[in-house]
């Protein structure tokens, strides 16, 4: 069972004795194709390549630490995504897993829309060209003048959090004189996490409206009577790295609720509803994620049926994934610069990086995989941990990995799956500067996000 990820922090340290690890692999060279981005492979002579493209080469032009973008496979997710759901629905990146202007492109020409939460990610996916009516606007808390840029823009859809923000929005759009559309968001009572969900969570969190406890259907009764707003339909996301699909449908089963009520009361059917993101993906060897088309139709029938069942016609389905589409793209390239083994515990293996990178692993206790990638190795597995370089104890990447016994400073290391909520949630912790994200494709590489540099630091710093 995967330790990994969760938005709340670490919950699972208690399923595995501290100092967890697996057998060591049959074959330290070999490359999971689970965890690695799709044209990762290793040449015969040992090296690894992306996009054709040798590692040794991309360290030497862009430096490391760096995040490595594989864009064919980014675009071939999004493809698989955007088919499998087909025309009666929409797909959503969920921007805040990786954004930027290179990446709007991407989307804007594979046929998929975007969700931003904030007026900067709002920025970057207006001036890489997305449609504003393909971008739908989350948050707890926008600003006013956050609202008012979305609705100025035209932005197709606010996802609305609380009855603050029904009225603040109403107001703003009337102000503008248009109606804004709106879904609003609901805590349905589910909460998913990788390999199980409870369907009795508390709402006891800060997002959304509640169904048990009344709120969503008083936030419809009031959106209803707003003149600067169109209710279009309801909104749910129940988690995140969920590899199970019961969470989701206990949750399209209690919006379908919802929206029945809705049509008893109000005489109303809304036409729209959006599942949210959350899918999981592969970490490590042992964790096995769906594919889009299973998910999709899964979705899709859940709904169908759901419906059915009430008496309403299908509405039409959004979905949001994030990581499920970026995250297994990347991979973040390290060099090694000590390797320091502790006799009878295990090898503590530093990096140029660390959390202000990747701070999943000290922030959620996830998990990664590892792998050197500037040489193959004949050498014995070495329990290793893979650290950074900061002034913290906890600046772990990867908790528990097997390296080759000759691993030395100057090789290069890999870490797979870093595409989602790495660069996104990086930090100038120690005053790193945060490192570039390198797109490689049939065109060679290229710098999409430069890296930081001391000017830009001094820069923002202005004594
Ligand atoms: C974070 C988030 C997503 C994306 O989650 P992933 O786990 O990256 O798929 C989608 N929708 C909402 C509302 C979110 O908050």
Same mark, same amino acid.
């Given at each position: 069972m995967s330790r990994s990820a969760h938005p709340a922090g670490p919950r699972h340290g208690d399923v595995m004795p501290e100092g967890h690890f697996t057998a060591p692999p049959a074959d330290l060279n070999a490359l999971d194709p689970k965890v690695w981005a799709r044209t990762v492979t290793r040449t015969l002579s040992g090296p690894v390549t992306v996009g054709g493209v040798d590692v040794r080469q991309l360290a030497e032009e862009f430096g490391t630490p760096a995040y490595i973008l594989d864009e064919q496979d980014f675009r071939a997710r999004c493809r698989a995504w955007r088919d499998a759901f087909g025309a009666d629905a929409d797909?959503?990146?969920?921007?805040?897993?990786?954004?930027?202007?290179?990446?709007? !492109?991407?989307?804007?020409e594979e046929g998929l829309n975007v969700d931003v939460c904030s007026g900067g990610e709002l920025t970057v996916a207006l001036s890489a060209g997305m449609p504003a009516d393909r971008i739908a606007f989350h948050g707890n808390n926008k600003s006013v003048p956050e609202l008012e840029y979305a609705v100025k823009s035209g932005v197709g859809h606010v996802v609305v959090d609380s009855y603050d923000e029904l009225v603040r929005l109403s107001w703003i759009a009337e102000q503008q004189g248009v109606r804004q559309k709106i879904l609003i968001r609901v805590t349905v009572g589910v909460e998913a996490h990788t390999?199980?969900?409870?369907? #009795?969570?508390?709402?006891?969190?800060?997002f959304g409206l509640s169904l048990s406890g009344g709120h969503a259907a008083e936030a419809v009764r009031r959106a209803l009577t707003l003149d600067g707003l169109e209710l279009r339909g309801i909104h749910s996301h129940? /988690? $995140?790295?969920?590899?199970?699909?019961?969470?989701?449908?206990?949750?399209?089963?209690?919006? +379908?609720?919802?929206?029945?009520? *809705?049509?008893?009361?109000?005489?109303?059917?809304? %036409?729209? *509803?959006?599942?949210? /993101?959350?899918?999981? *993906?592969?970490? #490590?060897?042992?964790?096995?994620?769906?594919?889009?088309?299973?998910?999709?139709?899964?979705?899709?029938?859940?709904?169908?049926?759901?419906?059915?069942?009430?008496?309403?016609?299908?509405? !039409?389905? $959004?979905?949001? %994934?994030?990581?499920?589409? +970026?995250?297994? #793209?990347?991979?973040?390239?390290?060099?090694?610069?000590?390797?320091?083994?502790?006799?009878?515990?295990?090898t503590y293996v530093s990096v140029d990086g660390g959390m202000s990178d990747n701070i999943r692993t000290a922030l959620y206790d996830a998990e990664y995989s590892v792998a050197l990638v500037s040489r193959a190795s004949s050498a014995e597995p070495m329990l290793s941990r893979v650290v950074g370089k900061h002034c913290e104890s906890g600046d772990i990447v990867v908790r528990d990995a097997f390296l080759p016994a000759d691993l030395a400073p100057g090789d290069?290391?890999?870490? %797979?799956?870093?595409?989602?909520?790495?660069?996104?949630?990086a930090s100038n912790y120690n005053h790193a500067l945060k490192p570039p994200v390198v797109a490689v494709s049939e065109a060679g590489p290229r710098v999409i996000v430069r890296r930081e540099t001391e000017e830009d630091l001094l820069r923002l710093d202005i004594g």
């Open positions: 797909v959503y990146y969920a921007g805040k897993a990786f954004l930027s202007r290179a990446v709007v !492109r991407w989307l804007h390999h199980e969900f409870i369907a #009795t969570a508390h709402e006891d969190q800060k129940i /988690g $995140s790295q969920i590899f199970d699909m019961a969470g989701f449908e206990v949750a399209a089963r209690r919006v +379908v609720g919802l929206l029945a009520e *809705i049509k008893a009361e109000h005489g109303v059917e809304l %036409p729209e *509803i959006d599942l949210g /993101g959350g899918l999981g *993906i592969a970490y #490590t060897s042992e964790d096995d994620p769906a594919e889009p088309a299973d998910i999709a139709s899964a979705l899709a029938d859940i709904v169908r049926r759901e419906c059915a069942s009430a008496g309403l016609s299908t509405p !039409r389905l $959004s979905v949001e %994934p994030g990581r499920a589409i +970026v995250g297994p #793209t990347a991979f973040t390239l390290y060099r090694v610069g000590t390797v320091k083994p502790l006799e009878g515990l295990r290069l290391l890999a870490v %797979p799956a870093t595409g989602a909520y790495c660069r996104s949630m």
